[in-house]
Structures are given as C-alpha cells and as structure tokens.
C-alpha cells in the first residue's frame, strides 16, 4: 500500500500449526504473530538493524495489539497467525501505512475480521489538528498520535499518544483522526469490492 510517499509491504501466513514451543498455543484462540522492519533504504540514512531495535519492538507490539482487537481469533484454537509487515520507503505515519497494508493482506488471505482496521496518524500544529503528517511534519514536533479505528463500530483498537495534550483539544484531534480514518476506509471498501469483482469474473468464465 502507498500513503503518500509512504509505501508498507505486509504478507500474512496462516492460520497454521504453531512453530516451535507448543507451550505457546492457546486452547480457545489463535496466537497472532507480528513482525514489523523497515527496509535498509527506507530512509536517507542506511539502516543497520532493518528489525529487533526498539521502536521496531514497539511497532511490532502495537500491530499484534491492534490486529487481536480485530480478528476473530476464537475460530482457531491452537494455531497461529503470522503477519509480516515492511516499511519499503518512509514518509511519515509508518504504522499507519503497516496497518491498512495488514487490514488488507489479512482480508485476501480470507481471515475473517469484526471489521476493517484503519489508522490514520495526527499532529496538533499551531492550534490546528492535521491528519495524515509527512515525515516534515512530524519533525517539527508538537503532540502527535495514531489512531486505529474500526470504523462501522467506532470501537478504538489502538490510541497511542507520543507527548502531552492538553484535554481541552483532545477532543477536536480525535474527531479529526477518526474522519481520516473513515476516508481511508472508503478507499479500503472500494478498493476491496473492486477486487472481488474482478475474482467473481475471472472465476465464472
């Protein structure tokens, strides 16, 4: 998926037997597996260690926390589900772009979800949310958040908030946030239906 110049990768596995220890598995769900990296080149500056620092540690355990809020993991007792997402180029919003490049590999591998997961990432610049920031936006500073949201529900999968906000414009910032991520779901549905239209065709001739 590309937002922007923001472009994600994301393949998913399973579900399947779990690898390795089987102290792992759990009796009545699915254990889900992330793995987030981002591609050497991704970024001006070469990057040694593409996963296993730790904010690729702590993407990887926000996309396991939003992705176990969305799939139904209780119609795969005992088995696992991989997803593997890599940041290819980075322009700002990079968990964003991983999540609905997941929603999407996720729904093609034919896991069923409560509903699509879209994020969308905000800022609060000069009394003013903006949605969706590029990599210069985010580097100017300010509070900054991301947002997953399931949008036919409204029920929030993840929030996550990189400095302090003042309560009286929180509330202008998610409203803005939750929008974008409905316009993003708009693409996502169209984008989804096209698809499968496609599929029905090939398949009846």
Known sequence: ????????????????????????????????NCQYSMATFSTAERKRRPHGDRRSSEMTLHLKQTFEAAILTQLYP????????QILQA??????????????????AGIPM???????SVGFIEDTPLADMSYVEEAAGGP??????????EQIALLEMNSRLHEDHLERVIDAVSKACKDVYAVLDSVVREHLQEVSTLIAE
């Open 114 to 120: 409560r509903d699509y997961v879209c994020a969308c």
């Open 1 to 32: 998926i590309e937002q922007g110049n923001t472009k994600a990768l994301a393949v998913v596995y399973g579900p399947h037997e779990i690898r390795g220890s089987r102290s792992k598995a759990l009796h009545d769900k699915a254990v889900i």
């Open 144 to 153: 900054q958040a991301a947002l997953a949201l399931l949008p036919k529900t």
């Open 78 to 85: 005992r088995s696992q589900i991989d997803i593997y997402v």
């Open 91 to 108: 322009d700002g919003g990079n968990y964003c772009a991983c999540v609905n490049a997941a929603t999407l590999a996720i729904m093609d």
